[in-house]
């Protein structure tokens, strides 16, 4: 107890009036209600808010200068969109490249560069570059927002894309003095546009027809066409395996395919309660296109085969009977 006396009577506690907390009994002390705080006396709870709203003051230039810290220290990154991205033929595409961490860039400090590598070249092609008040474009329309690269977002915008823009795109970022870069590869694809129709052929009764299911303008080559029936005898639709002819693809002059498949179609009494499904699956796609087709034409020229038949052997019927009677009366006045 005499030690704590003495210390409560140094320099450091000459500020101090009456006891020192140490020697206000043993009860507060185990109770743990007012336990002194550490270097000086008389500074309870209330003495230490002036140092607790400063240092609420202080917190965001401590969290700036972190993270300049890191930035000097080799932290810089850029996040791209995965290793693969897929965009649209024709289609305005934006490939990603963003700068976590950093929300708010002096864009007059630092610089962004894209390259292209083509798919059968390992030489880059430069596409955009931007220096603080330096900024180019060699390929006609290639962007990235000022606005946004202040938020961290290096993103390249491309109006337009085409087929022989895909490849592998490089994100260089300088944030002086240290540098980052990321990559992504770029795959243009285009929608198959497809379509199902009878055969327009001239063909006699009895002749089979053709169904055709016809898919144009998709990119890239590979393609699947099945067909499949639904019947009354079948509660779901059924894969058919036979009468069925595809032609090979088509290119185009835009570097698209075209494919057309067949499918033959015997005369049945069954076809006006069978429908046909064409089904296209491609990669642009993320889920499979259905075309139905119902032949109600066929089942039409049945009914009116039929119905010239009736009428034939009703105008045969109706001369025998005129016959009759102008006998009988030809008959009956001799």
């Known amino acids: 107890m005499k030690s704590a006396t003495r210390e409560c009577r ?137 606005w946004r690269l202040k938020r961290g977002d290096a993103s390249l915008q491309l109006p337009g894309v085409q087929l022989w823009e895909a490849g592998e795109y490089r994100c260089e970022l300088v944030v002086t003095p240290q540098k980052a870069q990321g990559r992504v590869w770029l795959e243009v694809v285009a929608h198959p546009v497809s379509s199902l129709f009878l055969e327009q052929a001239m063909v006699k009764d009895n002749e089979d027809k053709h169904i055709l299911c016809k898919s144009s303008g998709f990119y890239p080559e590979d393609i699947s066409i099945t067909w499949k029936r639904w019947t009354q005898k079948e509660p779901q639709f059924q894969e058919i395996s036979e009468d069925i002819i595809t032609g090979p693809t088509i290119k185009n002059e835009d570097g698209t395919f075209n494919i057309t498949s067949y499918l033959r179609l015997r005369p049945s009494l069954e076809d006006n309660v069978t429908i046909y499904q064409c089904v296209v699956w491609h990669v642009s796609s993320l889920m499979c296109q259905s075309f139905n087709f119902t032949p109600t034409l066929i089942e039409s020229e049945k009914k009116t085969d039929s119905w010239i038949v009736w009428l034939c052997i009703g105008l045969i019927f109706t001369v025998l009977i005129l016959v009759i009677l102008f006998l009988c009366f030809f008959l009956w006045k001799r």
């Open 10 to 146: 140094g320099r450091r506690n000459a500020r101090c009036k009456g006891s020192c907390p140490l020697l206000r009994g043993r009860k507060q002390l185990r109770g743990g209600s007012r336990m002194p705080v550490p270097g000086g006396c008389g500074h309870g709870a209330e003495g230490g808010r002036p140092h607790v709203v400063g240092l609420r003051a202080v917190l965001p230039v401590l969290m700036l200068v972190l993270r300049l810290t890191l930035l000097t220290a080799g932290f810089l990154e850029v996040e791209m969109a995965g290793r693969t991205q897929m965009v649209f033929l024709n289609e305005n595409a934006t490939i990603f490249c963003k700068i976590p961490g950093f929300p708010h860039l002096d864009i007059n400090s630092m610089g962004i560069t894209w390259f292209r590598k083509a798919q059968v070249s390992e030489t880059e092609i430069k596409l955009f570059e931007f220096f603080g008040d330096h900024k180019v474009a060699f390929r006609p329309g290639a962007n990235v927002s000022p």
